[in-house]
Structures are given as structure tokens and as C-alpha cells.
């Protein structure tokens, strides 16, 4: 039987009424529906409770809505499947900050002079309107670009001051994973963020524009200039989360998808944010998957990807400051609902628990620490003994050669002529000791 004859027989088999005979789940089945129980409990709590209370999953309504959280259904086996490739932007929790509350600030790839190319850009303008640019440029009617949620990146004087060094990140795979986005139809990208205490968090989009301190929208982008934007999010209470994913063939290729219940979001606590491109829904519809901790929204997008390796995937990225965020995971791959959901379970422990940074990098590596210096009245000096080591078969005061006949004599003379201890030691000015002696003490200071 062939590999594929085998797999069918142990996955379609049914029995004499039709029914399938199988009794476990494929990797990418048995997501976690957004359902909550008559408490409000969602499968994220379940799926934390049950580390303590292992039977909290007791009922089959449960059971049937939160398959992975109450680890409810075994998994088949598939064979060993090469995991995708997942990068990463930044080691560690960045404390984002900016000059003026509400700004915002730019992170630029490692290498790349945004603000040169800008100009070389506004030098020699052109009117093509590329994938990704259609809405945040001038040049089409459809204007998506918001002055008061996003920098002006047009404006190169602007972009200059608002590029923050200490967020620069660097990925040389930025350009190769789109080769790896081709072949796998989509990618995944994933992190968590943390409002501090005095920053601003969007009730409504109309709060947006009544407040320019509010925190700015999150958007990636491929190119710069002129912006390319590969996904724009807002985070706003009203809406939840609100995404729109561009895609790399097309102009016509944005799709916006967002949660429809307001999202309270706190000072202070982590949240996980999370979306995907070219993942399927139950009905084998392909599309946009935006995750706030656990819980999808999808809408559709069928689309290929046309970038290639002389392009990068992610060059910039506008963010909001007073923030904490995580190292940013993209996967070049889209992951299933269920594994999305996986990671959030598997993570969401410890990234709450991390405190993080408590200034920004420019605060830690150009300000001083002051300290106190204590100095002493008096100069101390620590004297050992010295221990012998090695003795000599001759005593003499002439070496093998005539410098070391020389400097010996030196030594002496200046030690006969020269000052020796005072009180309270009560020695006297001159120097009487044996010849041999100060040899000794000749031959351990070369020695050692």
C-alpha cells in the first residue's frame, strides 16, 4: 500500500452505518471555539484551571467546545512533519519610549538608511502604486493613511526625527523568507505588548482624533519608502483589535478583518496579538486570522505572495512608545487555529509573570550612576614575608655577567645611602647588613 492508500485507511475507514471510525484528531483539528460558559469562563480559563483541577472539564459541552484546552481528543499520528522556519525581531522585552507622549517612533532593519532613501525617493517620485502602498500614498483616491493614528512617513525631516536607533533590529532573513512564504501559501506573526501606567490607550477611533497623546497604531511595513505597508492594527477598546493585511501581487489585495465585542484593555497587563495570512477556517476558505489571547476573527483573502528574495519581508515598523513588547515571532508558514491557540497556552504563563525593562535602551546606555567615594586619611601598605624557594649553591656578589655584577652593586650602594625607616620604628639612617642577605632578597624579586 502506498503512503497515502495507508493514511486514508486509518483516517476515512467508517463502520456499517457510515460513521467514521476514527477516534483521534488531526494536528490541525480540534481548535478551540470562542465560547463561554454561564460564568463567563472562556476555554482560556479552562485550559489554566484545569493545571489545578484536573476534572474541570467534566461535561461534554465543555469537552466539545474546548477540545485543546481540556486536552479532550488524542492527536493521530502523522509522522515526522519538518516544523517551518520561525524568526524572531529582538532577544528580549523592549521598552519602547518617545519624545513627545502619543509620537510614536520608527524601527528600522540594521543596514538600511531610511531617511537617504527617503530623500533619494522625493528626488525622483514616481506614480506607480505598488502592493502594499495603495492606501497610505497620495497617488490613489482611496486614502488610507490617518495623521492622527500614524507618523508621517512622506515627510523625510519627519521620519528623521521620529527613527529610533535603539529599536533597530536585525533579521537576515527578511529576504529569504519569502521564498519560504511562497512555498507554504502564508505566514504567521505573533508577540505580546504591555501598555505602562501613564500611557493612552483608544477607546474609539473618534478618541483618536480628540487626543494626540493616545498610543499610535502598530504597522509593518516592507518597504519605507515610499511605505509599503505589509499589516496595519488598531488597538482601540471599542473595536478590540482591527487589522488590515496587504497583499504582495496586488493592489486590490487588503482585507481587513476585527473582533466585533469591545476588548477592555488595562495599564499594565500582557497582551498576546497575533495574525495570519493564507491559514483555512472550517470550510477550507482561505484567509486572515487576527487572535487576541486565544480567541479568532477570520475573513477571507485568497492570495498568492509575488515577493522574492530582492525584497525584504519586514524593513521598518511604526510602533507606539510607552509600551513593552516581546520579541516578535514571525513563522513562514500560516499555523492552524489550533497551534496559534497552542502557543498562546503554552506561553501565557510566563510571559505574565515578566516584569521587563523599567527605562528604555538610550536611558541605560548614555546615563551615569552616581556613587559615593570613600578614600582614607592614611596610606596602607601590605607587606608579606618572603618565602624561600630555591637556594643557591654559592653565596657572591659576582653574577655570571657584568650587568648583573653592575646592577647588584647599584642596588646596594643605594640602599646603604639611602633613607631608611623612621619612627616610630626607632632604626637608625645607616644600613649595615651582610652582603649575602641583600643577595637573597635580590634573588627572590627576579625570581618572582
Not at 268 to 288: Q, S
Request: aromatic share 10%; charged share 25%.
Amino acid at each position: 500500500m502506498s503512503s497515502g492508500e495507508v493514511k486514508r485507511l486509518a483516517l476515512e475507514s467508517l463502520d456499517a452505518d457510515g460513521a467514521n471510525l476514527r477516534t483521534c484528531i488531526s494536528s490541525d483539528e480540534g481548535a478551540d471555539k470562542d465560547w463561554t460558559d454561564i460564568n463567563g469562563n472562556d476555554c482560556a480559563w479552562y485550559q489554566k484551571t484545569r493545571k489545578t483541577k484536573p476534572n474541570i472539564c467534566s461535561t461534554s459541552e465543555i469537552q466539545n467546545n474546548c477540545p485543546l484546552a481540556c486536552d479532550s481528543k488524542p492527536v493521530c499520528y502523522e509522522g515526522d512533519k519538518p516544523p517551518p522556519s520561525v524568526y524572531t525581531i529582538w532577544s528580549r522585552i523592549m521598552y519602547l519610549s518617545e519624545e513627545n507622549k502619543g509620537g510614536g517612533l520608527i524601527c528600522v532593519l540594521e543596514g538600511v538608511d531610511a531617511v537617504a532613501e527617503c530623500r533619494k525617493h522625493k528626488a525622483n517620485p514616481t506614480s506607480t502604486i505598488i502592493p502594499g502602498a495603495q492606501d497610505w500614498l497620495k497617488y490613489s483616491s482611496l486614502v488610507e493613511h490617518k495623521p492622527y493614528m500614524d507618523i508621517k512617513l512622506e515627510d523625510c525631516d519627519v521620519l528623521e526625527r521620529h527613527i529610533d536607533p535603539y529599536c533597530s533590529f536585525s533579521a537576515p532573513w527578511t529576504r529569504m523568507i519569502n521564498t519560504q512564504i511562497k512555498t507554504y501559501n502564508g505566514y504567521s506573526v505573533d508577540f505580546w505588548w504591555k501598555a505602562l501606567e501613564e500611557t493612552k490607550i483608544a477607546r474609539t477611533e473618534v478618541h483618536y482624533k480628540e487626543d494626540p497623546e493616545l498610543m499610535r497604531r502598530i504597522v509593518f511595513f516592507s518597504k519605507l519608502s515610499p511605505p509599503t505597508v505589509l499589516a496595519e492594527m488598531v488597538i482601540a477598546d471599542s473595536v478590540g483589535y482591527n487589522v488590515y493585511l496587504y497583499g504582495a501581487c496586488s493592489v486590490v489585495e487588503r482585507e481587513q478583518t476585527a473582533f466585533t465585542s469591545p476588548i477592555k484593555h488595562e495599564n499594565g497587563v500582557w497582551y498576546r496579538t497575533a495574525f495570519t495570512l493564507g491559514n483555512m477556517n472550517d470550510d477550507g476558505k482561505r484567509g486572515v486570522h487576527l487572535y487576541h489571547g486565544s480567541s479568532v476573527s477570520f475573513d477571507f483573502a485568497d492570495w498568492s505572495w509575488c515577493r522574492d528574495e530582492t525584497m525584504d519581508f519586514i524593513q521598518g515598523m511604526q510602533l507606539p512608545g510607552g509600551i513593552l513588547i516581546s520579541p516578535i515571532e514571525v513563522t513562514s508558514s500560516p499555523l492552524s487555529v489550533k497551534e496559534m491557540q497552542q502557543r498562546y497556552y503554552s506561553n501565557q504563563v510566563s510571559v505574565r509573570l515578566r516584569r521587563g525593562a523599567v527605562m528604555d535602551d538610550k536611558t541605560r546606555m548614555t546615563d551615569t550612576i552616581p556613587y559615593e567615594r570613600n578614600t582614607y586619611a592614611f596610606p596602607v601598605s601590605l607587606v608579606s614575608p618572603p618565602i624561600l624557594l630555591q637556594t643557591r649553591v654559592e653565596k657572591t656578589d659576582v653574577c655570571t655577567n657584568e650587568l648583573g655584577t653592575i646592577y647588584q652593586k647599584q642596588v646596594w650602594k643605594g640602599s646603604i645611602e639611602g633613607v631608611g625607616c623612621e619612627s616610630p620604628y626607632g632604626l637608625s639612617l645607616s644600613l649595615s647588613v651582610p652582603l649575602s642577605l641583600v643577595l637573597f632578597f635580590l634573588l627572590f624579586f627576579f625570581l618572582f
